[in-house]
């Protein structure tokens, strides 16, 4: 298997080289039989690399890109022919490796824990009826008014940036209902950050069963009372049970921290077979800690934990909030993948098209992220302030042979506060509110009536 540093050499000398043994291994390993051919498998992921890191191209580009005479169609039918397992299998063995060696680092690990971030978010396609079909549209969009849209589950390591899983499903599906299927990336002792959709009873119980660790905002609906010995509704059960937490409390390890015993609730939820769920134990024992945080623009914000971290003297509630404070992270990781490479509307018009698309998106995300590292590395800076943009263009430009210049390192801005506003203007065309064909007939009658 590839190490990193066999990645890095390639990436040094050729920006958008992918080990032709890999993928070929990766074929073997999944029994696919190809011809010796110009467009052969090795070629196929390397080429469709390059179309992703120059922007998604239009497939009549890439012979352009790649010096060679074949046809648009013929490019087509070669991205076609690898099977969507070969872009997945090539994704794993590139990422695992690369994680592999990256985290053996003692900077890269949190106490001794890898940490990953999981979040998710949507991307458009093509309006097709078969992406219609496989992924449905967006609510209050009519009928032929909007466009496909997909929900995306994604992974990445909290410390070096690198994209781990990213599971695509049907529109508006919960976050939590994918999180399961992420779970065989980690290890014992590895802890998830989410946000508050992640804190629930069954999935904290799926992690604790993998021997994995969570750390996520108390959920909104959670009662959290840090009072000793308070009264606690177990499973809803009793008649005054209204306002109570229902959680017991166990024991006080300081200030607004405490360890609770917290109860498995009747009915399990839609996304777990009931068998997997009566599986489960009847109770878990967690942690709750809650700090006022104060920010560098003079805000203070109160910020409420449930975590599987119990030891106060290894993980200190201090240490714990700021580690929750990192989630963000993964919001600026998304926009990398969505503003700066154009994750944001794919251009495949068939299911299998835009899953395929979307692993070789996160194939190049992942040789942009051992860029970043290794300008990090040799510039003794933290990678997250390694410019992505800049590492992309590098990435997206270099030759065979270039030498890595030094990459823009971003300034130091914790805290950053931006407001949420678009300043260009739109143009002032109406929103499409009914069927193309319907507005057609509509502007051939006002001719007729000229």
């Not at 106490?111 to 998710?120: K, L, M, S």
């Not at 009928?143 to 690198?162: D, E, I, K, Q």
């Not at 835009?354 to 860029?371: D, G, T």
């Not at 739109?426 to 069927?435: D, E, F, I, Q, W």
Request: charged share 25%.
């Amino acid at each position: 298997m590839a190490s990193i540093d066999d990645a890095l050499a390639r990436v040094k000398h050729d920006a958008t080289a992918l080990d032709p043994a890999l993928i070929q291994d990766v074929c073997r390993e999944l029994k696919y039989a190809w011809r010796d051919r110009e467009l052969d498998p090795a070629t196929t992921v390397a080429l469709f690399v390059q179309q992703i890191l120059h922007g998604n191209t239009p497939c009549s580009e890439v012979r352009l890109l790649a010096g060679k005479r074949f046809t648009p169609s013929a490019w087509c039918q070669a991205r076609a022919r690898l099977p969507l397992d070969v872009y997945r299998g090539v994704l794993r063995r590139t990422s695992d490796a690369a994680l592999t060696c990256a985290t053996r680092q003692d900077d890269h690990l949190w106490r001794g824990h890898r940490v990953f971030h999981a979040d998710g978010t949507t991307f458009s396609m093509p309006d097709t009826p078969e992406l219609q079909k496989a992924f449905g549209q967006r609510a209050g969009h009519k009928p032929g008014c909007g466009f496909p849209a997909a929900h995306l589950l994604v992974m990445f390591s909290a410390a070096t940036g690198l994209l781990v899983d990213a599971v695509c499903s049907r529109s508006y599906t919960s976050d939590v209902s994918q999180a399961s299927a992420m779970h065989a990336h980690l290890g014992a002792d590895d802890i998830l950050l989410g946000d508050d959709s992640f804190s629930g009873w069954p999935h904290v119980a799926l992690l604790l069963q993998g021997n994995a660790h969570g750390l996520f905002p108390s959920h909104h609906l959670q009662i959290v009372d840090f009072t000793p010995g308070r009264l606690h509704a177990a499973g809803g059960l009793q008649k005054d049970a209204a306002g109570r937490p229902r959680t017991r409390w166990i024991a006080s390890l300081g200030t607004d921290d405490q360890l609770v015993e917290w109860f498995k609730p009747r009915q399990g939820p839609a996304w777990m077979t009931p068998e997997h769920y009566a599986a489960l134990p009847a109770s878990l024992t967690v942690r709750e800690v809650r700090r006022t945080v104060a920010l560098a623009d003079g805000r203070q914000i109160t910020v409420t934990i449930l975590t599987t971290l119990l030891d106060a003297a290894r993980y200190p509630a201090e240490a714990l909030v700021k580690l929750r404070m990192r989630r963000w992270d993964v919001e600026t990781n998304l926009r990398h993948l969505k503003a700066a490479m154009g994750l944001e509307v794919l251009r495949c018009k068939t299911e299998a098209g835009v899953r395929k698309e979307l692993a070789v998106f996160c194939i190049a995300y992942n040789l942009v992220r051992l860029v970043m590292l290794e300008a990090a590395r040799r510039q003794a800076v933290a990678v997250d302030r390694v410019s992505f943009t800049d590492a992309l263009k590098w990435a997206r430009h270099a030759r065979p042979g270039d030498a890595m210049p030094l990459l823009i390192v971003n300034p130091s801005r914790p805290d950053r506060i931006e407001p949420r506003v678009v300043k260009r203007r739109r143009k002032r065309y109406y929103l499409m509110t009914r069927p193309r064909n319907v507005l057609r007939d509509e502007l051939r009658k006002q001719r007729k009536k000229v």
